[in-house]
């Protein structure tokens, strides 16, 4: 177990030893450069149809992390740091090769705990940058039993599990284009049932829904808290 402030002393002080080393046997113009440290991306809008940033996901109960390097760095890869209290015991969760700037984590998450996160760029030597700012992620129970009445206009059900959400995120797309139909913020009503009739706020891209037309949606549960919550399965249906 290793902390924050560990890991950023350890690379100061192989920086520290490395240069001394070359000041030593190179000549006084040789320099030891490090890379700058890469952004770890926040938490995307809860409307959004493109999540980028470090996020719940539809698919399991698993953490999205997603980053960019530092302004024209061209780093050979990097190292995700997580832990269970921001101020320590921080370990290495994965080190990755190559220019990726995402990562799934699966790696025994658990409902209701908020997990911390940093990541460090690694030179072709393998060298880290400092670390990255820290950000966390708490999921919550999904959304289940998703259905929805077969009309034009029709009423979403889900339902929610015992932790309390402030609000939920209805989004609703044409399956085979992803055109966004409509995504609307539903206040929760503090129960385990939930439901709400289609374009109730009125900011629908259409009046109605199509005979025909293959169509998807899911609930995005909003947690108390800030930086949690999670993301239904897509529920598919075809208005007959």
Known sequence: MIDRASVAFAILATTFVLFFNLACNSSPMDTVERLPAPKLLPSPPDTALVEIGIDAVEFGDFIQLDWEPAAGAKPAGYRIYRSEDVRTDFTMLVDLMGERTTYIDSSGIELGTRYYYFIT????????????????????????????????????????????????????????TDRRIWVTRVKSSYSQSEQVKFNQDGTAAVDSLSVGVSYKWRVDIIGPASNSGSESPWKSFVLQ
Not at 122 to 138: C, I, Q
Not at 154 to 163: C, D, K, L, N, Y
């Open 121 to 176: 760029a690694l030179d072709d030597d393998r060298a880290e940058s400092l670390p990255s700012d820290t950000l966390s992620y708490l999921l919550i129970e999904k959304a289940s039993l998703l259905s929805n009445t077969n009309e034009p206009r029709p009423t979403f059900f889900w339902h929610v599990g015992a932790i309390p959400a402030e609000y939920y995120v209805l989004k609703l797309i044409e399956a085979d």
